[in-house]
Nanobody, 129 residues
């Protein structure tokens, strides 16, 4: 059973950058679609980015496209989210999640939260001056 632990969240000024990490243990990420999600207070959890098992495909939400980059290193059991040009509206708790077919298809990896098998506890990102 995978265990996911996110790190890298912090307080950052608008326009700044952060890199979030998701480290898996008790198993390999290699066959999993990995997603990054975020949830702000009073809002629903939303998809930010997802990446296919061997990084051939990536999806981004419109709100982060061009600013965030998702990547993975299966040998290190790690998924990264590089966040640039951060805005106050990016403030949220960020979660990584793992899922795989047939429960989860890449075409729905941004929206089908219930299809993910494993979730981390999240890391807080606050963008404020």
């Amino acid at each position: 059973q995978l265990q996911l632990v996110e790190s890298g969240g912090s307080l950052v000024q608008p326009g700044g950058s952060l890199k979030l990490s998701c480290l898996a243990s008790a198993g390999s990420l290699e066959t999993y679609i990995m997603g990054w999600f975020r949830q702000a207070p009073g809002k629903e959890r939303e998809g930010v980015a997802c990446i296919s098992p061997y990084a051939h495909s990536k999806n981004y939400s419109d709100s982060v496209k061009g600013r965030f980059t998702v990547s993975r290193d299966n040998a290190k059991n790690t998924v990264l989210l590089q966040m640039n040009s951060l805005k106050p509206e990016d403030t949220a708790r960020y979660y990584c999640a793992a899922g795989r077919p047939p429960s989860l298809s890449f075409s729905s990896c941004m929206s089908d939260l219930s299809a993910y098998d494993y979730w981390g506890q999240g890391t807080q990102v606050t963008v404020s001056s």
